[in-house]
């Protein structure tokens, strides 16, 4: 900090020497920025010098409108603080908007810059980012993201950010792929070649491994839940991020996407017949380390509350008392919420919590009628709307079909089943790709089955079976879930 101080002081003795020199006044605003980055970085508002490093820089465009420099630190000061807004739980969107105007100036001015198309690039990332996480559609920022990234390295191909840069963009386009009912596998090949890329031009670096371990380990995370074999993207994911975290074992992220890795391991071990203990163990921990070194962000709470939810529905399986993991999963998801409340995913995610709280209860023959209460106000409440729709309304589903097994045959039964299958379909019309959507609907077949007429009771039985066999297929973890709610009546 002494040093950005000493480097703000000279700066603005060079402005008050010479007022009409625009350099002087990017200088001045550079300063600033690094302060702001500084102040942010120690978990500091860095809002107000951010503030006014943005005035410096349009003083300077006041005195030369068409001076790069000026129109590029503009850029990425606005980017910097759309940063900073995402972190707090509010919309970036105005001050991502105002960044790519200033790079896209920039641009203009000397499209053979090279460097500035990574900062582009990454302004429309996030921007593609923050919109697929709230359930809008982040293509088109996506395209300009990947063209800004192609015409860096039309210029440059050996350049490891921009390739780097261009996989985080695919992968991107994979969540929102995922969350819509289109395969994200070939969305994640491209990312994991283009870091596969980086990592032969740079081959020891914590960052490209990085990358190139969350890549795959995103690859395997959505082949585990689908019926294809995770263990070679698995092993890919281990490897490169075990060889990040020895060159690096204090960057938060690259902790917790190792962890993340751990949890598939152990996920994947438990689908196979194995123990999921040593994978567990070490997610548990990574993100506990995570914690220590980064506690601002969602990530290690939606880690740690995750990590607490498997180990609660493990022990709900094997007969043992639950209750005291469910009630972990609950803290963390909570105090997640707590530091980070504008994140819809962490409300969405507090939600399943309460359902697989819930459903627990129902397992062990107790009275669920409040926990399911609770859970389904969750998934009800404002808070939860930009997250996933489609995973939000197979979770109501399952919520209000576990609610009519608690209550006798009747009208308000059959009109909660009719809400039931609503949901259901508001689902599948979303995405129609997750086995967990199977599970629910066989549930509801058999349940309907049971007070079919005769002639009726069989054919609808043995769909429910088909769909059942085929979700466990699938995804054998379902069974963890909601293997319960399967009656073949």
């Known amino acids: 900090m002494p040093e950005i101080t000493r480097a703000a002081a000279a700066a603005a003795e060079g402005v008050r020497l010479d007022r009409s020199n625009p350099a002087a006044w990017v200088t001045l605003g550079d300063a600033m ?36 420099l000026a129109h590029h630190r503009l850029g990425q000061c606005h980017r910097l603080m759309a940063e900073h807004c995402l972190n707090q739980g509010r919309d970036p969107l105005a001050e991502l908007a105002l960044a790519s105007r200033a790079l896209e100036q920039a641009r203009a001015l000397a499209p053979k810059a090279y460097s500035l198309y990574n900062t582009l690039g990454n302004t ?22 990947v063209r800004a990234y192609e015409q860096g390295l039309a210029l440059n191909p050996r350049i490891t950010k921009l390739l780097c840069n261009r996989g985080m963009a695919y992968e991107t386009r994979a969540r929102y792929e995922a969350r819509h009912g289109i395969d994200p ?5 491209q990312a994991v070649e283009a870091h596969r890329r980086a990592d032969a031009e740079e081959p020891d670096s914590a960052w490209i491994l990085n990358n190139l371990g969350f890549a795959n380990a995103q ?84 880690g740690l509350t995750r990590r607490a939810l498997f180990a609660a529905q493990l022990a709900a399986d094997a ?62 409440a404002d808070a939860i709307r930009g997250a996933d729709r489609a995973e939000r309304s197979l979770l109501l589903a399952e919520c ?15 009109e909660r089943l009719e809400r039931v299958a609503q949901s259901l379909d508001e689902s599948a019309a979303i995405n ?21 007429p005769a002639g009726e009771r069989e054919a609808l039985r043995a769909e429910a079976r088909r769909l059942h066999a085929e979700a466990l297929r699938l995804n054998p973890l379902l069974r963890l879930e909601v293997g319960d709610l399967f009656a073949d009546r």
């Open 185 to 189: 596998a070939p969305s994640l090949q």
């Open 33 to 68: 920025q690094r302060e702001g980055v500084f102040l942010s970085y120690r978990g500091e508002d860095p809002v107000p010098v951010m503030a006014e490093a943005i005035r410096r820089y349009k003083e300077a465009l006041r005195l030369n409108p068409r001076l790069f």
């Open 400 to 414: 209000r079909l576990r609610q009519a097994a608690i209550a006798a045959d009747g009208p308000a039964v059959r």
């Open 124 to 145: 429309y990332a996030m921007e593609a980012e923050y919109r697929s996480d709230h359930d809008q559609d982040p293509r088109p920022a996506l395209e300009h993201a």
């Open 219 to 302: 690859l395997a995370w959505d082949s585990l839940q689908h019926g294809r074999n995770p263990a070679p993207p698995l092993a890919e994911a281990l490897r490169a991020l075990e060889r990040a975290h020895a060159i690096n074992p204090e960057d938060s992220y690259i902790v917790d996407n190792l962890a993340f890795a751990r949890l598939i391991q152990a996920r994947w071990e438990w689908a196979r017949g194995g123990s999921p203990d040593a994978g567990l163990k070490h997610a548990g921990a990574l993100w506990q380390r995570e914690l220590a070194l980064n506690a601002v962000e969602r990530w290690p709470y939606v």
């Open 319 to 380: 007969g043992r008392d639950a209750a005291a993991l469910f009630q972990q999963a609950r803290g963390w998801a909570e105090r997640g919420i707590a530091r980070c409340g504008g994140i819809p995913e962490l409300h969405l995610l507090a939600a399943e919590v309460e359902l697989a709280r819930a459903a627990w209860t129902q397992r062990c023959g107790r009275d669920a009628q409040a926990a399911l209460a609770e859970a389904a106000r969750r998934l009800e």
């Open 432 to 452: 129609s790709r997750r086995a967990r959507l199977g599970a629910v609907r066989a549930a509801l077949l058999s349940r309907r089955a049971a007070a079919a």
